[in-house]
Structures are given as structure tokens and as C-alpha cells.
């Protein structure tokens, strides 16, 4: 499966932004799906993942409440809602798949396939 992502942008503190992760290849309805973010200098983290039906959904603590993560099994993409983002929010996002029921907290080492990354950087 190949995987796009897109919806980065430059924002201030307090705005929102949807990431979309555009699938395309095998069924997409067959993988779980997470987005992970890397700051500089920082290892790759995972941010939320959702299962490959989107009944379970896991978020890390610190985006909790504020980012959102779904899916459209019929258009084949994932998204990210990220609502009042903060300047450490700032990184590249990426969109990852595994052939699997779900990803749950599982770190990048799990997910075998890769979008090419989006910017997202948060102005104070």
C-alpha cells in the first residue's frame, strides 16, 4: 500500500489543522493506521493510531483531548484533527500502515508501511 500525506502547514498557537493520509494500493480497509511526528533532534513518536474498522483509537498524553484521529474505509485516507495546537506540537507528521487488526500504543518499528511526511510548525 502507498501512503500521502498532506494538510501541514505554518499556524499560530491556538489554530487548527486536518492532516489527510491518502491510501492507495491493496485494500485499506485490511490496515491499521497511525501518525507518528518527529521534531528535530528527537526520535519519531507515535502521536495516535486507529484500527483497521476505526472502533478503537489511542492517542499519547499529550494531545489528548485536542487531536483526533479517523478514518473513510470508502475513500481509502486517514486523518489527523489537530485542534489547539501548541508550539511543541510543531514536527513532521507521518502517516504509517500495518497489515494487522490494530497498531494500539505501538511505536514505529511496528508499522511497515510510510507516507513521505508533512510539515506542521506552530508560531508563537
Known amino acids: 500500500v502507498q501512503l500521502q500525506a498532506s494538510g501541514g502547514g505554518l499556524v499560530q498557537v491556538g489554530a487548527s489543522l486536518r492532516l489527510s493520509c491518502a491510501a492507495s494500493?491493496?485494500?485499506?480497509?485490511?490496515?491499521?493506521a497511525g501518525w507518528f511526528r518527529q521534531a528535530p533532534g528527537k526520535e519519531r513518536e507515535l502521536v495516535a493510531s486507529?484500527?483497521?474498522?476505526?472502533?478503537?483509537?489511542y492517542w499519547t498524553d499529550s494531545v489528548k483531548g485536542r487531536f483526533t484521529i479517523s478514518r473513510d474505509n470508502a475513500k481509502n485516507t486517514v486523518y489527523l484533527q489537530m485542534n489547539n495546537l501548541k508550539p511543541e506540537d510543531t514536527a513532521v507528521y507521518y502517516c504509517a500502515a500495518v497489515d494487522r487488526y490494530s497498531g494500539g500504543t505501538s511505536g514505529p518499528s511496528l508499522y511497515d508501511y510510510w507516507g513521505q511526511g508533512t510539515q506542521v510548525t506552530v508560531s508563537s
Open positions: 494500493g491493496r485494500t485499506f480497509s485490511s490496515y491499521a
Open positions: 486507529i484500527s483497521r474498522d476505526g472502533v478503537f483509537t
